[in-house]
């Protein structure tokens, strides 16, 4: 028995619906424990390519529990898309799909909210989704949330709505001139969703506590990345949750001593979506040429993302924050025709050598890269099957950010397929 968490070390975006794809297959429970359906997991197998937003990764492999824990936010419209759209494929999501009692339902104020809020920003936006996911947070902090378990006692959730729909209608008027939502309508509504969804609600933390006292093994699922959380993250260009490992525990209801191994994911160069500082950035000519052989363009909005150059600086902060035990390297493919490669493992502000991630986003903002260059290997590695026939000066640019973390890398994928993943021993 092994219980894993997986998360980003990065911006988010590092390839992780692959990797829990893999690992599910070990696995018997994977459980989702932050985030919403602003993230997306890729999956590709065979010919057919799986777009995940709320649903775990697990879910195509036959026989496993798929958990949605108590530290998601739901907008149940989408979730119960998302199931039709696998059911439609022949994915068996009633036998396998469990969705947490405690999870805080988004609603069409929430969404409406993100989206004026960022316009009024401007200049200073954070390039959210506009999917309503940190209102929904900030409704659970303010203790004001509704929760999904909330859905199956009409008249306490009518009680509850009335009042988060007169508060938000006051702000919707005086703030932004909006005429604001209905009661009625949201209400008629959400009580059917609730019913939709009735046959997959459990008790989770209980659900998961039994599974572990018999023995099963956990993957727990991270969306977003470590530099996106939002305690730990470059805030307030972050997510509005804890992306971290700690989010895992909490997000499910887990003691954290219950978790064997932290596995970070990672690409072979960095990118990130929406507005911050990104000191390793590449120009205009390598930003256009990456990120088409990369597709880097975001799984839930289809935005471009900003590429540039590995950061070691950021791992570092990844590895540190999150306890990683190891970590897995994606993308290796998409730097095949990149020669020299670069690797930042410093920043220069103020006349000063930073060694560390800075935690100011002001100072983050003015930090210049220092970079190590390394050789690259200018041969193809998509049609590798085996980590040991990887050019040499592949293998040299993994064991020098091995070396640099103090980590082992244990899996390096070279292409969006299964079976295009190399286990290193």
């Given at each position: 028995m092994s219980n894993i968490i997986l998360v980003g070390a990065q911006?988010?975006?590092?390839?992780?619906?692959?990797?829990?794809?893999?690992?599910?297959?070990?696995?018997?429970?994977?459980?989702?424990?932050?985030?919403?359906?602003?993230?997306?997991?890729?999956?590709?197998?065979?010919?057919?390519?799986?777009?995940?937003?709320?649903?775990?990764?697990?879910?195509?492999?036959?026989?496993?529990?798929?958990?949605?824990?108590?530290?998601?936010?739901?907008?149940?419209?989408?979730?119960l898309n998302e199931i039709d759209a696998l059911k439609k494929r022949r994915?068996?999501?009633?036998?396998?799909?469990?969705?947490?009692?405690?999870?805080?339902?988004?609603?069409?104020?929430?969404?409406?909210?993100?989206?004026?809020?960022?316009?009024?920003?401007?200049?200073?936006?954070?390039?959210?989704?506009?999917?309503?996911?940190?209102?929904?947070?900030?409704?659970?902090?303010?203790?004001?949330?509704?929760?999904?378990?909330?859905?199956?006692?009409?008249?306490?959730?009518?009680?509850?709505?009335?009042?988060?729909?007169?508060?938000?209608?006051?702000?919707?008027?005086?703030?932004?001139?909006?005429?604001g939502f209905s009661l009625d309508e949201i209400y008629e509504r959400y009580i059917e969703y609730g019913k939709k969804l009735k046959k997959y609600i459990q008790n989770t933390p209980l659900f998961l506590n039994t599974a572990i006292s018999k023995d099963k093994s956990l993957l727990f699922e991270g969306a977003q990345g470590t530099l996106l959380d939002i305690d730990h993250g470059t805030y307030p260009f972050v997510t509005s949750s804890n992306a971290t490992a700690g989010g895992a525990c909490a997000g499910s209801g887990i003691s954290p001593i219950k978790i064997n191994r932290i596995i970070g994911v990672a690409k072979a160069y960095t990118t990130r979506v929406g507005e911050g500082p990104f000191p390793t950035e590449f120009g205009p000519d390598l930003m256009k040429k990456i990120r088409k052989k990369g597709k880097e363009f975001g799984a839930t909005t289809g935005r471009p993302r900003r590429c540039g150059w590995l950061d070691v600086a950021i791992l570092k902060h990844a590895v540190m924050i999150n306890g990683l035990t190891e970590l897995v390297l994606t993308k290796l493919d998409v730097l095949d025709d990149t020669d020299p490669i670069k690797v930042c493992v410093a920043y220069?502000?103020?006349?000063?050598?930073?060694?560390d991630f800075p935690s100011n986003m002001e100072t983050l903002a003015e930090c210049r890269p220092v970079y190590?260059?390394?050789?690259?290997?200018?041969?193809?590695?998509?049609?590798?099957?085996?980590?040991?026939?990887?050019?040499?000066?592949?293998?040299?640019?993994?064991?020098?950010?091995?070396?640099?973390?103090?980590?082992?890398?244990?899996?390096?994928?070279?292409?969006?397929?299964?079976?295009?993943?190399l286990i290193r021993v």
């Open positions: 911006w988010g975006d590092e390839g992780k619906g692959k990797i829990i794809d893999i690992l599910s297959e070990k696995a018997d429970v994977i459980i989702r424990f932050q985030g919403g359906n602003n993230a997306g997991h890729t999956v590709v197998t065979g010919e057919e390519e799986f777009i995940l937003h709320l649903i775990p990764s697990g879910i195509l492999h036959k026989n496993k529990a798929c958990v949605i824990g108590n530290g998601v936010v739901v907008d149940p419209e989408a979730l994915i068996g999501v009633d036998d396998s799909l469990i969705i947490s009692d405690q999870v805080h339902i988004i609603f069409p104020y929430h969404k409406l909210l993100d989206e004026l809020r960022e316009k009024k920003k401007g200049k200073t936006k954070i390039g959210t989704t506009k999917r309503g996911i940190g209102p929904c947070y900030a409704d659970k902090v303010s203790r004001c949330g509704i929760r999904l378990t909330e859905l199956l006692n009409p008249q306490e959730f009518r009680e509850k709505l009335k009042f988060n729909i007169d508060e938000k209608n006051a702000i919707l008027s005086t703030l932004y001139g909006h005429k220069k502000c103020g006349g000063k050598v930073l060694k190590k260059e390394l050789p690259g290997w200018k041969e193809d590695t998509s049609s590798v099957t085996k980590y040991r026939v990887l050019p040499l000066k592949a293998r040299k640019y993994i064991a020098y950010i091995s070396k640099f973390l103090k980590k082992k890398i244990p899996m390096v994928s070279v292409g969006s397929e299964r079976r295009q993943t």
